[in-house]
């Protein structure tokens, strides 16, 4: 495991980390790894993967996961609770910053 | 809310000194419930928990509270639904007066991860209350309140009990809805309850369960299964059921790996095999039978199960991108930006903690293309043979199978509570110091942890963990311990609750 390496999974995980942040995240990140690889020891040979089991297949087979239904919310309308949560806006927008500069 | 009087002093004393809560009230509203919405509560459950107050650790919703999951991040964030948890408990009359602090996102074993405060034990301030659900325990063990919900993902509900000296159950995965629950690692982690007495945490076990629609993994209790409530009419059917020991030698060969890569984190210390064996000689005092077992695969327990917790993290913390939440309310407005990834960029550079960081880190490098058969397909089979391993002493979850005991008891972490200073514990060796919790998780089993004793004026707990959907078994077990030997209070603490 190298910086580049950690710096190649910042950018997949959308983490934006400075070359000090790094650095710094790097033996706590190697030392994981090496405690991770103390599976490879095991015997696993014919072992399906947990969550794989008969019965989770067959569900999926049959095209659904439950039957239940849930019901509509209705003692209010929820639509101003979810735009009370925006950090800025317009009456009933949502504003965020323009992604263009204002020269373009 | 009618609070008894001297209560309110008696609890911001208790509440300068351990930093339990993130926010406290004491005007939650008149007195409330049973409503219909609460379905059928049993009468001894409902006495229990009607009229008094609880708490509620912040990364389960309650509307009109803040919900910060311990992170910058979501510091604003106001959730406008409350869980199916806790609009359960409110509607068994149940009162939430506060949410409690944790580790960031629930990522930690100290509290020391939150963003916000340190929560300190109330046996020794200069200790630590355990994590992530930290601020339950410290303020159930301090008298606060008489009861609290907490998560639980690897052992955050019963290693802070433990920590604490309070009774913490993280149910069986599926028995309790996780709708309105901020997700960590969806498969591995439930809502449970933290108590001050076994019969109380019952009553909230009892409250809280239950199938929900809006949690497609939550199920109904299988027909076979034990009642939660003894059905004899003289009471508690706890006495003579059969109970494993991962006892020294048991537990030697996950030891032996672990010590080389984990400098001997998981070991447990002198007091609390104790502690253990205290318990065990007192279990068996009070009519139990306790055989010694071994569970194959537990070396391998605690690097499968952080590969499989920091993948589903990496999956589920991406919705923090400042559009959806952690917008531009925290750290100022961003006035104009060159394309929607800087704002993705900036809200998690500045609004995730370094543990929470790592972890993702952790996480999205196991599932890069590669290396996913290497980590985390190879992790999802180690859990698979975990729990066959359990199901095998404990008995399947539909109820086909004999169980070979009723029980198995453990250690809860290898050591009593540490101390603040980082080089009590340091960060990996608290990961490491896993081991004895984290089994509940990936097998998807109840466990109980309750305080055996007292060592050095810190408490140890002890757990039971047990068959799919036989928590009653657990509390019934734990009962016949806590009638003999009640649990032990933190100098200090006054009973508000009975």
Not at chain 2, 124 to 147: C, E, F, K, T, W
Not at chain 2, 150 to 164: E, K, L, M, N, V
Request: hydrophobic share 40%.
């Amino acid at each position: 495991m190298d910086l580049t390496e950690l710096r190649e999974t910042a950018r997949l995980a959308r983490l934006s980390m400075d070359e000090d942040e790094l650095r710094m995240a790097l033996p706590a990140f190697e030392q994981m790894l090496s405690f991770f690889a103390v599976m490879r020891e095991a015997d696993v040979f014919g072992i399906l993967p947990d969550g794989e089991t008969a019965e989770t297949r067959s569900s999926l087979r049959a095209g659904c996961f439950r039957t239940d239904t849930v019901s509509a919310p209705t003692e209010q309308d929820t639509a101003e609770t979810f735009l009370a949560q925006a950090g800025e806006r317009a009456d009933r927008f949502i504003t965020v910053p323009n992604v263009l500069p204002e020269s373009v | 809310m009618i609070l008894p009087e001297g209560f309110i002093q008696y609890a911001q004393e208790w509440e300068a000194k351990i930093n339990a809560f993130i926010e406290l009230h004491f005007d939650a509203g008149g007195e409330r419930g049973p409503t219909a919405q609460c379905g059928n509560i049993h009468p001894k459950a409902l006495k229990l928990i009607r009229g008094f107050p609880c708490a509620v650790k912040d990364n389960i919703a309650v509307q009109n509270m803040r919900m910060t999951c311990g992170s910058k991040l979501l510091e604003q964030f106001r959730p406008p639904y409350s869980a199916a948890v806790t609009a359960k408990l409110e509607a068994a009359g149940g009162m939430v007066i506060g949410k409690t602090n944790l580790d960031e996102f629930g990522m930690g074993s100290s509290t020391a991860n939150s963003a916000f405060k340190i929560t300190r034990n109330p046996w020794d301030l200069s200790r630590s209350a355990g994590g992530s659900s930290g601020g339950s325990a410290a303020a159930v063990a301090a008298g606060i309140v008489p009861y609290a919900l907490g998560t639980d993902t690897g052992g955050s509900i019963r290693q802070p009990a433990a920590f604490c000296g309070i009774a913490g159950l993280k149910p069986t995965y599926g028995a309790v809805s996780r709708f309105g629950l901020a997700a960590y690692a969806s498969s591995l982690e439930t809502a449970g309850v933290l108590a001050d007495t076994i019969d109380r945490c019952r009553a909230v076990f009892s409250v809280i369960r239950g199938r929900d629609p809006r949690d497609q993994t939550s199920r109904d209790v299988p027909a076979a299964a034990p009642p939660l409530y003894p059905m004899a009419a003289d009471g508690n059917t706890g006495a003579g059921k059969k109970i494993g020991v991962l006892s020294a030698p048991a537990l030697a060969p996950a030891l032996a790996v672990n010590s080389i890569s984990a400098n001997n984190a998981a070991v447990p210390e002198a007091e609390v095999m104790r502690g253990l064996q205290l318990a065990r000689e007192r279990l068996a005092a009070l009519g139990h039978t306790l055989v010694d077992i071994e569970i194959p695969g537990l070396r391998y327990a605690v690097p499968a199960y952080y590969t499989i917790a920091c993948a589903e993290a990496a999956s589920n913390l991406a919705r923090y991108d400042g559009v959806r939440y952690g917008g531009n309310r925290y750290g100022g407005r961003i006035e104009a930006v060159e394309n929607v990834h800087t704002i993705v960029d900036e809200t998690r550079r500045a609004g995730l903690g370094p543990e929470v960081k790592l972890r993702i880190l952790l996480g999205a490098f196991v599932l890069r293309s590669g290396f996913q058969e290497r980590y985390y397909l190879r992790a999802q089979k180690i859990r698979a043979g975990i729990r066959a391993a359990f199901e095998t002493v404990l008995g399947d979850s539909e109820y086909r199978r004999q169980a070979q005991c009723d029980a198995i008891l453990m250690p809860v972490f290898p050591v009593r509570a540490f101390t603040m200073d980082q080089a009590a514990l340091s960060p990996f060796a608290q990961k490491a110091a896993d081991l004895y919790t984290c089994c509940a998780n990936l097998a998807g089993l109840p466990a109980l942890a309750f305080p055996a004793s007292v060592e050095g004026g810190i408490p140890i707990g002890v757990q039971l963990m047990g068959r799919a959907f036989a928590e009653g078994t657990l509390f019934d077990i734990a009962e016949t311990y806590e009638r003999q030997f009640p649990f032990p209070r933190p100098r200090g603490y006054q009973s508000w609750w009975s």
